[in-house]
């Protein structure tokens, strides 16, 4: 008799051994295997059943900026899976003195059996991919954040029932988190609208290679520059900060340029009467969004960072188990 757990083992082995960098990797079929094994991850933590399939194994854990989620689920979450997390600040590794991206890949792939990174720029992931002989896990570019979407796929899914067909509404900065769920929602079928100034919208290539996707799996991508109209029939809101981590030194100009975008109760109330209010954390109360929204009846913010912890131990599962 196959069981649930063999089942997900058989299921595994398509990504047994691949990298996580951008959810342009992975089909359709791969993410909503993601999905359902995070959703198994999920039920099994909240009957207190342990679910141990990286027992002895390692995560390397370099960072380069920030973070509470990434840092803290990934960590809970191998420990969780029965395996144990290495936290490694670029400022402590020979990494932040110079030592080569190449170099540095060869090494820990001698001692661990994964590696998440969260830096800068998306061609050092990639050279420590292409480098290094175990998974290795994208935690945040300044370009991609595959491992929130992937929790925010198992969020959208959890509050409306499906992912096809639902329109969602991402209004800010055209960053790493519109890349992203401009490419999560082409994968599954979704509507997305991106609410963005011009100067500030998404990178065109990435909005190209997101619309291509789309018209495969009947998603539909956009991009505009004017609120009100755009979120007329959403059933899913999103927003982000107005300036991501290492551009500080724009704050104030951005907050100039973003006057208009915010997500407020008169912004939300056009939306359908359902909507579902979405944000990656950490957010600005009073900027991007106001108080009453982000701590309103419609938001899922907390919903949403929890998934972090299931959607990435279902992630670590499919591809160091
Ligand atoms: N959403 C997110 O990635 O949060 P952290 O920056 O705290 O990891
Ligand atoms: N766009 C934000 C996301 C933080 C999770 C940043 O890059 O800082």
């Not at 009100?228 to 029939?233: C, I, S, T």
Request: with cysteine; hydrophobic share 40%.
């Amino acid at each position: 008799m196959i069981t649930e757990e063999n089942q997900i083992i058989l299921n595994n082995q398509q990504l047994h051994g691949r990298d996580f960098l951008t959810l342009a990797d992975y089909t359709k079929d791969e993410i909503s295997h993601l999905l359902d094994l995070a959703d198994y991850v999920k039920k099994q933590k909240k009957n207190g059943i342990a679910f141990e399939p990286l027992k002895g194994k390692t995560l390397g854990m370099i960072f380069e900026k920030s973070s509470t989620r990434t840092r803290v689920s990934f960590e809970a979450g191998i420990y969780q899976l029965g395996g144990m997390g290495i936290f490694l600040s670029s400022k402590d590794i020979q990494i932040g003195r110079g030592e080569t991206i190449a170099d540095t890949a060869q090494v820990l792939s001698g001692y661990l059996d994964g590696i998440m990174i969260r830096t800068f720029s998306q061609e050092s992931v990639e050279e420590l991919a292409e480098y290094a002989s175990i998974p290795v896990i994208n935690g945040l570019t300044d370009t991609y954040h595959p491992c929130q979407v992937l929790a925010d796929l198992q969020t959208v899914k959890e509050v409306k029932g499906v992912l096809q067909g639902v329109k969602l509404v991402y209004i800010g900065d055209g960053n790493n988190m519109a890349h992203s769920l401009m490419l999560g929602a082409a994968l599954m079928g979704m509507e997305l609208v991106v609410v963005a100034p011009k100067g500030y919208q998404p990178d065109p290539v990435i909005t190209e290679k997101a619309s291509k996707l789309a018209e495969q799996h009947d998603a539909k991508i956009s991009v505009v520059d004017e609120p009100v109209d755009a979120v007329k029939g959403a059933d899913v809101v999103y927003t982000d900060v107005w300036a991501s981590m290492g551009q500080e030194s724009e704050q104030a100009k951005r907050e100039l340029a973003f006057k208009g975008y915010q997500v407020n109760e008169e912004l939300l109330s056009l939306a359908n009467p359902d909507v579902t209010f979405m944000h990656c954390l950490p957010a600005h109360r009073g900027e991007e969004v106001t108080a009453g929204v982000i701590d309103g009846k419609n938001s899922v913010v907390f919903q949403q960072a929890e998934n972090r912890l299931h959607a990435q131990k279902a992630l670590m599962t499919a591809l160091m188990g």
